[in-house]
């Protein structure tokens, strides 16, 4: 695939990025992407590698590596490389329902499981899809395709984030008859209000859903199943129920002091933050405002990353990111090796831009919240932080966590953000269809399978697997899919990979 010396003649080349004190005046998108005579070039360093990890999607050591949908990446690189787009879209679409989103927020697994990587630098698989997905809508390629025969079978979708779009998209497709319920006022989930606009703008999502709406899926808002709309309503009305709901409960933080004004969830500050901008451009002011204060930040993850970024584009005065876990390696550790996911330490785009800000990184490593400290009127002023250290325990082997004494110290704050995970599904949805759940509160079914304990009903997701990546959630729907067609037909010729 490719060209068979590319990889030996062409450097690795990747999008440039605004600079981050530049980017940080707008919630816009940063990344100025390659011409496509540079892309092509990058597409011939695919070097014919024989085991295309790349597209595995195993996983080793608890880890995922390679894509989980299973990307034919070494065929559409070699079809960008020989100028092929069209079918290098087809092939990209044929296991990827949405890659104008994968090419934006995936960690790009792919890329880190490239033989390539081995002993150099992988190939930018992720600005290749990116550039077939932009260059099919571009040039007409990703119109609406609506199935020719229709089964007269009905499914109902409740929730609209990158798994319910995945079983909505693959059962249309097949030419039975979808519902999508969403709970918020705009479709896309977790990609249109727990992404920030500068990873994904919400045109793409609505430039997406127009063409999903015109091959026949029908979308309906501000439908909470399970409040708004009874359980039993959709049970009766459609042939098969998808709940796809997502990982919905945050994890919460019960130090002394939790009750003070100015404590705020992650997700819930970030789709204050969203819909404000989408509304009114932030002219309602009904987003969580943190210009001149100080802010914290719990948890070291992609969340907390882009509350960081968001509050510095709001003018915070200073951004504090408090992680439990220790610093990892800058490069891979002997007991990392290729192609097991790489744990490096990763500065993402929210860090760079604190460090061009403030001058310094905004992580404090081993550390963890004790107490939250109010003011006179009951607003957070201060939070007090302890450093941790981790010690093995003789018994069990296992590493836990314990406070270092004396290292308690006071950090300014007048907001605060929760970034901590999630814990699993929410319980009125769950008790409205009355479906057993497993030890994590995770929507239980047979190992391998998406059929729930309650007849007609079936799960995709987070909810599901419990919190995990968007390209994770779309393997699930197009699993999902085909079971539910499966259970439709009685037979299926859905392809899922």
């Known amino acids: 695939m490719g060209k068979p010396t590319g990889f030996m003649e062409y450097e690795r080349r990747v999008s440039k990025d605004v600079s981050p004190k530049q980017r940080i005046k707008n919630f816009n998108e940063f990344h100025e992407h390659l011409s496509m005579e540079e892309q092509r070039l990058q597409g011939a360093r695919c070097m014919d590698c024989g085991v295309p990890f790349c597209q595995s999607g195993m996983t080793l050591c608890g880890m995922t590596s390679g894509c989980p949908l299973h990307n034919l990446v070494p065929e559409w690189n070699d079809l960008v490389f020989t100028g092929n787009w069209e079918q290098a879209y087809n092939r990209l679409h044929k296991t990827n329902n949405f890659p104008e989103f994968t090419s934006r927020v995936c960690p790009a697994l792919c890329e880190a499981a490239c033989t390539c990587g081995l002993n150099g630098d992988p190939v930018s698989t992720k600005e290749n899809e990116y550039a077939i997905i932009e260059n099919a809508y571009e040039k007409g390629y990703a119109v609406a395709n609506p199935p020719k025969v229709r089964t007269g079978k009905t499914v109902a979708v409740v929730g609209s984030g990158p798994s319910g779009l995945a079983v909505a998209d693959q059962l249309n497709k097949r030419g039975h008859l979808v519902t999508v319920f969403e709970r918020s006022d705009r479709i896309g989930g977790l990609l249109m209000y727990g992404i920030p606009n500068m990873k994904l703008e919400k045109h793409i999502i609505d430039r997406k859903i127009k063409v999903m709406e015109e091959e026949g899926v029908t979308f309906v808002t501000n439908s909470d199943i399970g409040k708004d709309v009874k359980a039993d309503k959709l049970l009766k009305e459609f042939d ?258």
């Open 240 to 497: 098969r129920v998808v709940l796809c709901c997502g990982s919905s409960n945050p994890r919460d933080i019960n130090a002394p002091g939790r009750d003070a004004g100015g404590i705020y969830f992650a997700v819930d500050f970030l789709t204050r933050n969203t819909k404000s901008l989408l509304d009114s451009d932030f002219k309602d002011k009904l987003y969580v405002d943190t210009k001149g204060k100080d802010v914290v930040i719990i948890g070291g993850g992609d969340t907390g990353n882009d509350c960081v970024g968001t509050a510095i584009r709001h003018g915070a005065k200073s951004v504090t990111q408090i992680e439990m876990m220790p610093k990892a390696p800058d490069q891979r550790a002997e007991n990392n090796p290729w192609p097991q996911w790489p744990k490096v330490c990763k500065t993402d785009y929210g860090q760079q831009e604190a460090i061009a800000v403030y001058g310094h990184d905004p992580r404090i490593y081993e550390s963890t919240v004790k107490e939250f400290i109010k003011d006179k009127n009951g607003n957070l002023k201060a939070v007090k932080i302890v450093s941790l250290t981790w010690e093995k325990d003789p018994q069990t082997g296992r590493m836990n966590m314990k406070e270092v004494a004396g290292s308690e110290k006071l950090l300014d704050a007048q907001v605060v953000l929760i970034a901590a995970g999630f814990l699993g599904s929410q319980k009125y949805v769950t008790d409205a269809f009355k479906v057993a759940l497993d030890g994590r509160t995770n929507v239980k079914t047979e190992a391998g399978r998406f059929a729930t304990s309650t007849e007609k009903v079936f799960t995709a997701g987070d909810m599901h697997i419990g919190q995990s990546l968007v390209v994770k959630a779309i393997r699930q729907g197009r699993e999902c899919a085909r079971e539910v067609d499966e259970s439709l037909m009685g037979y299926t010729n859905m392809y899922i990979q």
